[in-house]
């Protein structure tokens, strides 16, 4: 109950009425705004959940629906991501066998392949300080260029850092990409990455529809019968 009276007060759920003796009695809409806050902690963590719960719980339908939709988008987008990043892996797997390494006319600049993984410029210059993402040229205007094998690398890069592993350990899965036995590792934690992509995608659909009718209350009333609660 105490985490029920926390949310309370930090605005997530309505506030509860109150009884002669003041004991709290919560309705109906309380158990979906409970419902709709542990929907989107699991899509979004529990801070942005808050955050999120307390700014639209009283707002227009369309601005609450507006906010789910972006979330929808970013884990979308993630997901992308980590397709790509499954793709790169079996292309780099296949360039073992075969030595394909690109063409020319595949390179991009360090402004698109940061765009394209939705990271900064400066996490694809880290990343080549560390020896994981390497540009295949640099222009004489110190511009940095990445080729093929390259922006593969960075595509499992961004989704291994996506999925939470440090800097030692995605060098370690990098390092281990070329040998016979290698890159096991890194197709399971894509596979794990893409499993919990899936997870957050559920939850926030069922976020939507709870947080759909808290807002709905809010804007039509009137409130459900109280069921009393100690």
């Known amino acids: 109950m105490q985490q029920v009276r926390d949310l309370e007060r930090l605005g997530v759920i309505p506030p509860a009425a109150r009884s002669g003796n003041g004991y709290r009695s919560y309705t109906s809409v309380h158990v979906r705004a409970l419902r709709a806050y542990r929907g989107l902690a699991c899509a979004v963590g529990p801070v942005a959940a808050r955050r999120m719960l307390a700014e639209l719980r009283t707002e227009p339908i369309v601005t609450a629906a507006s906010a789910i939709n972006e979330v929808h988008v970013r884990l979308a987008r993630e997901r992308d991501e980590a397709l790509r990043a499954q793709e790169a892996l079996r292309a780099i797997r ?3 066998g ?10 991009m ?14 996490a694809l210059r880290f990343w080549g300080d560390e020896g994981l993402v390497v ?6 205007l110190r511009a940095r260029r990445y080729g093929l094998p390259a922006i593969r690398a960075a595509r ?4 291994l850092r996506g999925s939470g592993y440090g800097i030692p350990a995605v060098r370690d899965i990098m390092g281990s990409l070329h040998r016979l036995d290698g890159p096991g590792e890194a197709e399971r934690i894509l596979r794990q990455r893409l499993d919990r992509i899936a997870e957050r995608t559920v ?3 069922r976020a939507g529809t709870d947080l759909a ?3 709905t209350f809010a804007e039509e009333g009137p409130p459900a019968r109280p069921e009393p609660s100690g």
């Open 213 to 215: 009718a808290v807002v």
């Open 203 to 205: 939850a926030l659909l």
């Open 94 to 96: 296949s360039e073992a």
């Open 135 to 140: 540009p295949e040229r640099v222009t004489s």
């Open 156 to 159: 499992i890069v961004a989704a």
């Open 109 to 122: 600049t360090i402004t698109e392949l940061a765009g394209a993984l939705g990271v900064r410029p400066s």
């Open 98 to 107: 075969d030595g394909e390494s690109g063409h020319e006319g595949d390179a």
